[in-house]
């Protein structure tokens, strides 16, 4: 948690509603798109972000700092998305998983490391979007928003074992997708490239 996160929890703390404005300008992109890659669609994504927001200024003072702040605010929106997903009771495509091994895995990661960063997040993002919900905001979370092990495992809820489960087969989905969707050049040549 930064001591600017810290600053304007105090202040909101303290009834000072406009403090509560700069913690959702700082945190409502990355919101908007976990929730986006949990629901799949644009308007429930923004409803969810919103109902994620109002849930963290009416329990901020429950907030107690034993995670960083951004994984206390990623946990609700998981959980909020969640609950969207149970009440519209949607089910949304597995993707098939051809048996990739590890080396295989890492090997994919290998050749995402040396695209320029920009094609590799478009690359990944445009990957990650036909993903399932779960998958997709488990890999946002590490692709994306840097988050270890201990701090996905406080966002989902589960122990950091089983989240190196789900990522490792959220991972080797990813991996099926990127081979049907990138360039088969692109694979083939940094796919020879071992660390």
């Known amino acids: 948690m930064t001591i600017n996160d810290q600053h304007y929890i105090d202040l909101i703390n303290k009834g000072d509603t406009n403090a509560f404005a700069k913690l959702v300008d700082r945190y409502k992109d990355l919101v908007y798109t ?3 890659r949990m629901l799949k669609n644009r308007e429930e994504a923004e409803e969810v972000s919103q109902d994620t ?5 009416k329990s901020i003072n429950q907030y ?6 951004s994984t206390w605010i990623y946990r609700i929106a998981y959980n909020r998305s969640l609950d969207r997903l ?3 009771r949607k089910y949304f495509n597995n993707v098939a998983i051809d048996e990739f091994t590890e080396h295989q895995v ?3 990661d290998n050749a995402l490391s040396k695209l320029e960063d920009e094609e590799r997040n478009h690359a990944i993002q445009k990957c990650i979007a036909l993903l399932s919900s779960d998958d997709a905001f488990l890999l946002t979370l590490y692709y994306f928003e840097d988050q270890n092990l201990d701090e996905i495992s406080k966002v989902i809820g589960l122990t950091i074992n089983n989240v190196k489960v789900k990522l490792f087969r959220s991972r080797k989905k990813l991996a099926t997708i990127m081979m049907a969707h990138l360039e088969p ?7 020879r490239e071992r660390n």
Not at 185 to 191: D, L, R, S, V
């Open 34 to 36: 976990l929730t986006l």
């Open 53 to 57: 927001f109002i849930k963290v200024y």
């Open 64 to 69: 107690k700092g034993e995670s960083k702040f």
């Open 86 to 88: 149970k009440k519209n």
């Open 106 to 108: 890492k090997t994919i």
């Open 185 to 191: 050049e692109i694979i083939e040549h940094y796919g």
